[in-house]
Nanobody
């Protein structure tokens, strides 16, 4: 049974940083990614990373402030977010798929339960 478990969310002041983690079990995946959903908004793509760790893909809204990485042997993906803004407040979801990194939510087969990130102004 595949499980994706996120951690690392919390409350942070604007300008601060957070590092989210997602541990996968029950399978290995070519691509792991992060999405987020703010209150009243649709879930949106944040970042994704391929198997080797060198193929990365970011949403424009975070690409200059974030780094996605993975520890493939440990089946774990990380999202380092810096210079956080109140607009980054959302539930952050880890997702996984076979195939290359893409931003399309429906392309991902497995999802975690999410971790809340709240950025105060």
């Amino acid at each position: 049974q595949v499980q994706l478990v996120e951690s690392g969310g919390g409350l942070v002041q604007a300008g601060g940083s957070l590092r989210l983690s997602c541990a996968a079990s029950g399978g290995t995946f070519s691509t792991m990614g992060w999405f987020r959903q703010a209150p009243g908004k649709e879930r949106e793509f944040v970042a994704a990373i391929g198997w080797s760790g060198t193929n990365t893909y970011y949403a424009d809204s975070v690409k200059d402030r974030s780094t996605i990485s993975r520890d493939t042997p440990k089946n774990t993906v990380f999202l380092q977010m810096n210079s956080l803004k109140p607009d980054d407040t959302a539930v952050y979801y880890c997702a996984a798929r076979s195939g290359s990194p893409v931003a399309t939510m429906t392309a991902y087969d497995y999802w975690g339960q999410g971790t809340q990130v709240t950025v105060s102004s």
